[in-house]
């Protein structure tokens, strides 16, 4: 049994923090959204899906880490936007033999938690496969579970990033670890650059973007630049041909909605930048173009400029 803090309860977040409970961990929910900490207080938290059907009670919900103390495992899974301040508010649950996961989308999260706490303690996750979602406050869905990777950051030795993954593996979730971890996110990062923004923009799920010939006319063309990109910085992708590789992934969880489509459809601020914008951003100073990523991501920076 471990003690473990989930900071950021959304959707990815809480299923995390139910599965883990589940599995008979001491977990601490810190979440900001108040509706959904005193739903999981009241009726306890609802995680259904891939994994099952299960309602369990939480160690303790709340928006804070006081009074909690140091931790064995600190997974930081806020938005890519939120990282440094969830960073400084998991201070007082990092000890000296605590592992740190920070778990987000795109590109850059990592070195911002690195900038906040350092190095030696943390660890880089990325998630594929989940489709997860919060369709009521205390509730938390996904349509799949695929799999749960994580590397060092660089100065954690690659026993303690073992020790955080046992947590993730007793509690049912398949995990692998990598020591490219360059190669492990952009691995995700090619997936989510495929299927988030298109999504976002025209409200259709992954399967119905790969249905829709324009659709993923759009969203191939995304994720072909991003493609590219990693060839031209030398990551290796070690996934044969990727854009069957996508598909394949996409095709799994047909159903799923891309965050970036469900942040829109509740007006709240997207990871365009993090994602989509993140393959702009990477591209300046080589030769690759990034003409439809840019385009996407203007045109939703736009669309957010209405209700933000």
Not at 23 to 38: E, M, N, S
Not at 60 to 83: E, H, N, Y
Not at 246 to 265: N, T, V
Request: glycine letters at 12%; a negative charge; one cysteine or more.
């Amino acid at each position: 049994m471990a003690t473990v803090a989930v900071v950021g309860m959304g959707a990815m977040g809480s299923v995390y923090a139910g599965l883990m409970q589940d599995a008979g961990h001491i977990v601490y929910g810190i979440c900001l959204w108040d509706d959904h900490v005193a739903a999981i207080r009241e009726r306890g938290l609802r995680v259904h899906g891939a994994s099952g059907d299960r309602t369990v009670r939480l160690t303790a919900a709340s928006a804070t880490s006081a009074g909690i103390g140091p931790v064995d495992l600190v997974i930081i899974a806020t938005k890519s936007f939120d990282v440094e301040q969830a960073a400084r508010d998991a201070r007082p649950l990092i000890g000296p033999r605590t592992v740190v996961q920070t778990i987000q989308n795109g590109l850059g999260s990592p070195d911002r938690v690195a900038g906040v706490i350092g190095a030696e303690r943390l660890s880089i996750g990325v998630v594929g496969g989940f489709g997860a979602s919060v369709p009521e406050p205390g509730t938390a869905h996904h349509n799949g579970m695929e799999l749960i990777r994580f590397g060092s950051y660089g100065k954690l030795p690659f026993d303690e990033v073992e020790r955080g993954a046992k947590i993730w593996r007793t509690a049912g979730f398949n995990v692998r670890l990598f020591e490219d971890v360059e190669r492990m996110v952009w691995e995700k990062f090619i997936m989510n650059v495929t299927f988030s923004g298109t999504a976002c923009l025209t409200g259709l799920t992954i399967g119905e973007v790969l249905e829709d010939e324009d659709a993923w006319l759009v969203a191939r063309a995304c994720g072909e630049e991003a493609i590219e990109l990693a060839g031209v910085k030398g990551v290796p992708l070690d996934v044969g041909d990727p854009i069957e590789h996508i598909r394949r992934l996409g095709s799994a969880i047909s159903a799923a909605r891309p965050s970036m489509l469900i942040d829109a459809l509740e007006k709240r601020r997207s990871e365009v930048d993090a994602i989509n914008g993140a393959v702009v951003t990477a591209a300046k100073g080589t030769s690759v173009s990034t003409t439809v990523n840019a385009t996407v991501s203007e045109l939703i920076r736009a669309r957010e400029k209405t209700y933000l």
